[in-house]
């Protein structure tokens, strides 16, 4: 089993759609967690992090789920701005950033 | 607003020459990482340094090396280039401790294709 799994997608919805994509993590004493964006032949670049009290940053929220060992990306009236691959990442130590794991990523492509 | 350059966008090079990838940080951080991102096989890390001189091993460091001389300059070097290193290869930086594992800053990324 991988350490942070992913639905690579693609997920196809209309603008103005809300879409919800989860992402799994298999270490459960992992600490940190976030969601990065990457757009199409650029860099990632971090999103949002994801508190345990789940946080929300305009049409988006995060949630984290320890029991189960997942975390989600709600993305509400998306836009055609938000297609992208959205990275799930995990950091199982929190004091050591060279133990972060990047999942392979969900793409999302919203349609007009 | 940070800022993490590599030095080539694309890079074509044959099997068995020495590559050089260059990352330049403008930030003064500590830790530095290279990784490169393959379909369906996300991110994996190839070396981090936490400081000048400092290195550790990633997941994949077979058939790399890197080189930190100053603190804003990270090397990654490819001794004898082949086929499978054809990769997107990504730079990032990040503070040290608690705040480095909550955000990375990455480069454009540098496509390299071995003939």
């Known amino acids: 089993r991988k350490e942070v799994e992913q639905d690579p997608g693609p997920f196809n919805v209309p603008e103005g759609a809300t879409v919800a994509f989860n992402c799994t993590y298999s270490?459960?004493?992992?600490?940190?967690f976030f969601w990065y964006r990457q757009d199409c032949r650029k860099e990632p670049k971090l999103l949002m992090s994801?508190?345990?009290s789940g946080n929300e940053d305009g049409r988006f929220t995060a949630q984290l789920n320890r029991a189960s060992q997942y975390i989600s990306l709600l993305i509400r009236d998306s836009k055609l701005s938000d297609s992208a691959t959205y990275l799930c990442v995990v950091n199982p130590e929190y004091s050591s950033a060279s133990k972060i794991i990047f999942g392979s990523g969900t793409r999302l492509s919203i349609r007009p | 607003d940070v800022k993490v350059t590599q030095s080539s966008r694309y890079l074509v090079k044959r099997t068995g020459e020495k590559v050089f990838l260059e990352c330049v940080q403008d930030m003064d951080h500590e830790n530095m990482f290279w990784y490169r991102q393959d379909p369906g096989l996300g991110l994996r890390l190839i070396y981090f340094?936490?400081?000048?001189?400092?290195?550790e091993k990633g997941d994949i460091p077979e058939g790399y090396s890197v080189s930190r001389e100053k603190k804003e300059r990270f090397s990654l070097i490819l001794e004898s280039a082949s086929t499978n290193q054809t990769s997107m290869y990504l730079c990032?930086?990040?503070?040290?401790?608690?705040?480095?594992?909550?955000?990375?800053?990455f480069g454009p990324g540098t496509r390299l294709t071995v003939l």
């Open positions: 994801v508190y345990s």
């Open positions: 340094s936490y400081d000048v001189k400092m290195k």
């Open positions: 990032a930086s990040s503070l040290p401790g608690l705040a480095g594992a909550d955000t990375q800053y």
């Open positions: 270490n459960s004493a992992s600490q940190s």
